[in-house]
């Protein structure tokens, strides 16, 4: 992360949801134990500037729960804490994720006057029966409604989606995509399913009721999804949930969940792009192809695998790369 990218996250998990979603732990995901006090606050953003280099002003950013929808005043603390910091030019601006349905005029005309610069929706998706079997209690118009609220007050937009939800089929998420891409978001978030112990959607798991959303099946839709999302210029800030302990050591019983999931997507990527310069005339042959510089270990794939599928599905007899001063993302086959 650049400095000036840099952020320092202060978790409210599960404060002002009024749902309980099938998939959520926010405790799990975050890593936070309990919602954060304004002292918290004040706390985080001491710490994270003394981890910081000087001269580095980073955002502040509430994650968890659904900021907007807790109780006003708890708001007022929790965004007043952070206030100085902001005024004094410690922090460049403050960001917080909440729900489409927690979103009015009342509300951005608060954030504003406090200084948010970045609302983050949850929308996960734009299919009106996976929000319903997710049990999310808001709709696809609700997220519609909310994201030209907050573009029309001058907020910076992120939207945020999941791929593998009860109900859901790739195209349903491509779809969810697209219907993104005409809400002229500032970025995205794509975070395929984690089945997250002691959650329902961890029950109905265990009960055979649903499938798991596996690494490879987000990994190829997600590769999808970052090629729509790049040909819109809409940048993809995260990709899979961020690695946590909990997680990690048996919080996150099955589903998507892979600590370089973004590394795996990339290379999958480069390999749909490697794959469209092949045919079965080549094989028993060598292929040489030229990438972008620092892109070499992408394009090779984790643990080499992009070679050995080229190779399998060709009948190539070796894969190399070389570095070449061309875009990222690109692939040029080159004759030795």
């Given at each position: 992360m650049t400095p000036r990218r840099s952020v320092i996250p202060v978790f409210v998990p599960h404060l002002g949801c009024p749902h309980q979603c099938v998939f959520c732990d926010q405790r799990r995901i975050s890593g936070a134990l309990r919602p954060a006090r304004p002292e918290d606050v004040a706390r985080a953003v001491e710490e994270g500037l003394a981890r910081l280099k000087p001269g580095t002003c980073p955002a502040l950013a509430f994650y968890g729960g659904s900021f907007t929808a807790i109780p006003l005043e708890e708001q007022k603390a929790l965004l007043g804490a952070a206030r100085p910091y902001l005024e004094?030019?410690?922090i460049r601006e403050l960001r917080l994720s909440t729900r489409p349905d927690a979103i009015d005029g009342d509300i951005l005309a608060l954030l504003k006057a406090y200084g948010v610069r970045t609302v983050e929706l949850g929308v996960q998706s734009m299919d009106g029966e996976v929000l319903r079997l997710s049990r999310r209690g808001h709709t696809p118009e609700d997220a519609v409604r909310a994201a030209k609220a907050v573009k029309d007050a001058g907020f910076e937009l992120i939207l945020q989606m999941m791929t593998g939800l009860p109900g859901d089929t790739p195209e349903k998420s491509l779809e969810t995509a697209r219907r993104f891409v005409e809400l002229r978001p500032d970025g995205v978030r794509i975070y395929p399913t984690v089945?997250?112990?002691?959650?329902?959607?961890?029950?109905?798991?265990r009960a055979g009721a649903y499938r798991e959303h596996t690494v490879e099946e987000a990994t190829e839709l997600c590769a999808a999804l970052c090629d729509i999302f790049d040909g819109a210029g809409i940048p993809v800030i995260r990709l899979g949930l961020n690695p946590t302990d909990e997680l990690t050591h048996g919080g996150a019983a099955a589903g998507a969940y892979h600590p370089a999931l973004g590394e795996l997507v990339l290379a999958r990527r480069y390999l749909a792009r490697e794959?469209?310069?092949?045919?079965?005339?080549d094989g028993g042959r060598e292929i040489l192809f030229a990438?972008?510089?620092g892109r070499i270990s992408a394009a090779t794939g984790?643990?080499?695998?992009?070679?050995?599928?080229?190779?399998?599905?060709f009948a190539l007899s070796g894969v190399r790369f070389v570095q070449r001063n061309i875009p990222d993302l690109t692939v040029e086959?080159?004759?030795p």
């Open positions: 004094a030019g410690k089945v997250i112990r002691d959650t329902p959607l961890y029950d109905l798991w794959r469209a310069l092949l045919s079965e005339e990438v972008s510089p984790q643990k080499r695998d992009n070679i050995r599928i080229l190779q399998r599905e086959r080159v004759t």
